[in-house]
């Protein structure tokens, strides 16, 4: 498969504003011009990579994959970018919104380091939900935030225009049950546990969970309670009163008497990903190396985890 790279830019245009006119005007190009691309990388590739619907333009699985690989390109360019300006000190404010155990367990343990990395460079932290951030990057009030997603339905949230998403890390959710509750987690039914499922905000990523679970049985699964901490879940959970799904970042240094943490198919992953709008309409040096920042510090998060 020979791929001219130049037309990854297209591709990637597409998938982030939604639709061919919308594209030719984020890349300053006629809308033929990224029809004929695109019909041109679909060529080279061997697949269709975007079908059209009443709502927009939407990326195929070809289509996935090979935007996938162009954010990996522009990724490494933009990596290059920074060192190559290395030299150069980077000074200047950047404001990153985030939810609690990304900002408590990957951001502030590197704060240090970073400061001591680049003394000019501050790092101003927003804790908040998935709406607030998103309104405050929105309003430009956060340069970029860290957003949790279910890795499932999370191609279903359509991004503002000239915003651009980049993955950081993918984690498995985890069942939390009353100590001994669950004897064996083979061929376990989730729509139909001893327990009834705690509730949680709609706007929280574990909140797809469950409704993906309906869905996927069929019946209706009963929630009490509504919570946002993790800690409150796991007291909820240790009271014996309902069972939570949480993610393995969440996990971490929390220590809950009463609860047993389990890996259980079929719940799926957590995605983490960096929201911000296009780099390519700014010149700032800082906010493209705190985005590099959070990438590596994610990523070494993720072999820690893992190994």
């Given amino acids: 498969m020979d791929i001219d790279p130049r037309r990854l830019r297209v591709l990637l245009a597409i998938a982030r504003t939604g639709g061919v006119l919308a594209a030719a005007d984020e890349l300053g ?50 990596v290059a970018r920074s060192r190559m300006e290395g030299g150069a000190k980077v000074a200047g404010v950047v404001r990153i919104g985030g939810f609690t155990s990304f900002i408590r367990t990957v951001l502030i343990p590197r704060l240090p380091e970073w400061r001591s990395q680049y003394p000019q460079l501050q790092i101003r932290i927003v804790e908040g939900d998935f709406p607030a951030l998103t309104r405050l990057l929105r309003q430009r009030q956060l340069d970029a935030v860290v957003v949790e997603l279910d890795s499932t339905t999370a191609g279903q949230r359509a991004l503002s225009a000239g915003m651009t998403e ?68 796991f007291a909820l959970v240790a009271a014996g009163e309902g069972i939570a799904v949480v993610p393995t970042l969440a996990l971490s240094g929390i220590v809950q008497d009463g609860v047993d943490v389990l890996d259980v198919p ?9 929201r911000r709008f296009d780099p390519r309409r700014s010149t700032s040096a800082p906010i493209d190396t705190v985005a590099r920042l959070l990438r590596e510090s994610a990523a070494a998060f993720d072999t820690r985890s893992t190994s």
Avoid: C, F, M
Wanted: glycine letters at 8%; a negative charge; aromatic letters at 4%.
């Fill in 29 to 78: 190009i006629t809308a033929s011009a990224v029809s004929q691309q695109l019909s041109k990388l679909e060529d080279e590739t061997g697949h269709a990579l975007v079908v059209r619907t009443p709502k927009g333009s939407v990326l195929t699985p070809s289509g996935l994959a090979i935007a996938e690989a162009g954010e990996e390109i522009e990724r490494a360019l933009n």
């Fill in 266 to 274: 079929g719940l799926g992953t957590r995605r983490i990903v960096l």
């Fill in 166 to 233: 980049e993955p950081l890390l993918d984690e498995p959710w985890k069942l939390v049950v009353p100590t001994g509750a669950l004897l064996s987690t083979e061929n376990i039914d989730l729509s139909r546990l001893p327990l009834p499922w705690l509730g949680v905000e709609s706007s929280a990523a574990n909140a797809s969970v469950l409704g993906r679970l309906r869905e996927s049985a069929g019946a209706w699964i009963e929630t009490i309670h509504q919570y946002q901490d993790t800690l409150t879940a």
